[in-house]
């Protein structure tokens, strides 16, 4: 069982810069594969990035490719998402996710545990 806390998100202006953390419960946080997950409003939520259980191997979304970057630090139990330049349309609430498997996914199905979310909002 893991619990997911989402922080970080924000208003800012177009351009501006923000982090989001995302830490979990446990000890066995090392486990898990991570990802990050985004639900503008009347769309369906889509899959942002995600990464493996060391950290070393990433996926990141084309819409977001060049500009968001995650990390994590599994002796702090938390991932990140660090996301500079922002855009009206990277407004969303953002969500964290746990995946029991090293095997990378891009499918919210294929996810386990989600955090509550983290309203973030983009202003042109």
């Known amino acids: 069982q893991v619990q997911l806390v989402e922080s970080g998100g924000g208003l800012v202006q177009t351009g501006g810069s923000l982090r989001l953390s995302c830490a979990a419960s446990g000890r066995t946080f090392g486990s898990y594969y991570m990802g990050w997950f985004r639900q503008a409003p009347g769309k369906e939520r889509e899959f942002v990035a995600g990464?493996?259980?060391?950290?070393?191997?990433?996926k990141v979304a084309d819409s977001v490719k060049g500009r968001f970057t995650i990390s994590r630090d599994n002796a702090k139990n938390t991932v990140y998402l660090q996301m500079p330049s922002l855009k009206p349309e990277d407004t969303a609430i953002y969500y964290c996710a746990a995946r029991s498997s090293w095997w990378s996914s891009e499918t919210e199905h294929d996810y386990d545990y989600w955090g509550q979310g983290t309203q973030v909002t983009v202003s042109s």
């Open positions: 990464i493996s259980r060391s950290g070393a191997n990433t």
